[in-house]
């Protein structure tokens, strides 16, 4: 479908050059009508890299040319809840998750990023579009749940799900050097790239994962749960392998409600984080990346040209030939 280039609105924009993009599975959930705020006929993508072609008046912190990640998330900077940190709830009609959901996304040639003094954060020299590529969302995502999982090294960290965003998240929970990591994964394909990349990491299935988990653990059961996997039964597995006082964060993206049986877990005494995730840490991400320590290429399998973008998501969405994040390049 051909729409014609986009064009600055408003002061605070910026039009972003479009060098790399991706897949993620919250466009899947768009495809398949489980986002209702989706905006029918939008140009879907919230994953990009880039270079800045034009800005508006107000736009102070990028100037054409810069290589820059655009963020999932626009936000104002101003308001309560982003002079709090918590960009996800900007009052500001452009903010939260605006790009390839209300507007206009990245899986194109060109994208108008609203807010672009926040939207946007310059790269490093040296590093380049791949390895920035999932900055400004699951890696964002990953580092914020394990920032707010208060991980300390005498922690046992038990991760749900192996997936892009569960990966994302196991590496920057290695940051926080626990005692202990698991991560529980049923895809046999998912479970070997992990055994491969990253040896250190006991990794167990979900059908063992309670009894494992309750056995290896010194308190029974895991210091901190990280629920990133999103179905009925990883939700429940995350409270259940959780020891009492533990912290279970959640940061996956559900098709439907979840049950929350209060009974069953009388005396637990469990400390629940949810998401959306708030994206105001994407400057030290690329400083981390840059020097080394935060290393996303591996999971990047699949290269497509924007022309073949269909047969991208087939293979995404079908998780066929061992993808674990396709990029995308116009």
């Given at each position: ?21 991706s897949i993620c599975t919250s466009d899947l959930h ?206 429940r597995l995350a409270w259940e392998c959780a020891r ?81 994040k396709v990029a995308v390049e116009p």
């Amino acid at each position: 479908m051909e729409k014609p280039k986009p064009a600055l609105i408003e002061p605070t924009d910026a039009i972003v050059r479009v060098t790399m993009g991706s897949i993620c599975t919250s466009d899947l959930h768009i495809k398949h009508g489980s986002v209702p705020r989706a905006v029918p006929g939008i140009t879907v993508g919230h994953e990009m890299v880039g270079i800045v072609e034009q800005v508006g008046d107000k736009v102070t912190n990028v100037k054409p040319g810069d290589r820059v990640t655009v963020n999932v998330e626009t936000f104002c900077g101003e308001c309560f809840f982003c002079k709090n940190g918590y960009v996800n709830n900007c009052t500001n009609p452009n903010g939260g998750w605006a790009l390839g959901c209300r507007i206009d996304g990245g899986q194109t040639e060109y994208v108008r990023v609203p807010l672009a003094n926040q939207g946007l954060n310059r790269i490093p020299y040296s590093v380049t579009d791949e390895q920035a590529l999932l900055v400004g969302d699951v890696l964002a995502t990953g580092f914020w749940a394990a920032r707010i999982s208060e991980i300390t090294q005498d922690d046992t960290v038990l991760i749900i799900g192996a997936g892009p965003t569960g990966i994302c998240t196991l590496l920057c929970v290695m940051l926080h050097q626990p005692k202990k990591i698991i991560i529980c994964e049923q895809s046999e394909e998912r479970r070997i790239f992990i055994q491969t990349h990253y040896p250190q990491v006991q990794i167990v299935l979900p059908d063992e994962c309670k009894e494992i988990v309750g056995k290896t653990s010194e308190n029974g059961g895991a210091d901190r749960v990280i629920e990133v996997a999103g179905g009925e039964e990883t939700f429940r597995l995350a409270w259940e392998c959780a020891r009492p006082n533990a912290i279970v964060t959640v940061v996956a993206l559900y098709d439907k409600p979840q049950i929350l049986p209060l009974p069953d877990m009388y005396g637990k005494n469990l400390t629940f984080k949810t998401g959306g995730v708030d994206r105001c840490d994407c400057e030290e991400i690329l400083r981390l990346i840059e020097a080394g320590k935060i290393d996303t290429t591996p999971l990047i399998t699949h290269h497509f040209p924007l022309s073949e973008i269909e047969e991208a998501y087939r293979i995404f969405e079908n998780k066929l030939d061992g993808v674990i994040k396709v990029a995308v390049e116009p």
